[in-house]
């Protein structure tokens, strides 16, 4: 838990109180679109896409599956996007790829969304800005030849060939 400490120490006593987070607030090299119900962890969107047309997998992958699979839930990108990472080598020419090597606000941590998360994000597009009329990718697959997209504007969440060039907006956690 983030703490901040407040006033003296007085012999063994140390104050500390919590940081009040908040949807919309700028906050790790980005803006909070998410608080779970601590309010104390979430998830931040990067300021800016990362690309505006990316490929989700190499060539060489676009009809396999990630070896393990790929999880939909919320908290499972960053895992996703190891995961894909490892299938499709280090790189920037394909989504996970490109937004694991995103370091907005110093930090390298950052990640392609799961469907879920993507659909958070959707949710505070207006907290976030600059994702409306936009179509991103997901770390999620949906089989060996496809994976899950969202289109903002119409919260439509689809699935297309891992050939598709569409956006990237890496996403980190806290």
Do not use: C
Not at 21 to 48: E, K, M, N, P, R
């Amino acid at each position: 838990m983030l703490q901040t400490a407040v006033g003296t120490a007085y012999g063994d006593q140390v104050s500390f109180s919590t940081i009040a987070f908040a949807v919309g607030q700028a906050y790790g090299g980005g803006i909070i679109f998410y608080l779970d119900g601590t309010g104390q962890h979430g998830l931040i969107s990067a300021t800016s896409d990362q690309s505006a047309g990316i490929i989700w997998a190499v060539l060489a992958f676009q009809s396999a599956s990630v070896p393990g699979g790929t999880s939909t839930a919320i908290g499972s990108g960053s895992t996703n996007t190891d995961k894909i990472i490892a299938q499709n080598g280090a790189g920037i020419t394909y989504a996970a790829g490109l937004a694991r090597s995103y370091t907005g606000g110093s930090y390298s941590d950052w990640f392609l969304p799961s469907k879920d998360e993507l659909n958070l994000m959707y949710a505070q597009e207006t907290a976030i800005g600059g994702l409306a009329g936009k179509t991103y990718w997901s770390s999620s697959e949906y089989d060996s030849n496809e994976a899950w997209y969202e289109i903002f504007g119409n919260s439509g969440q689809y699935y297309s060939l891992k050939d598709l060039t569409i956006y990237v907006r890496a996403v980190r956690a806290f």
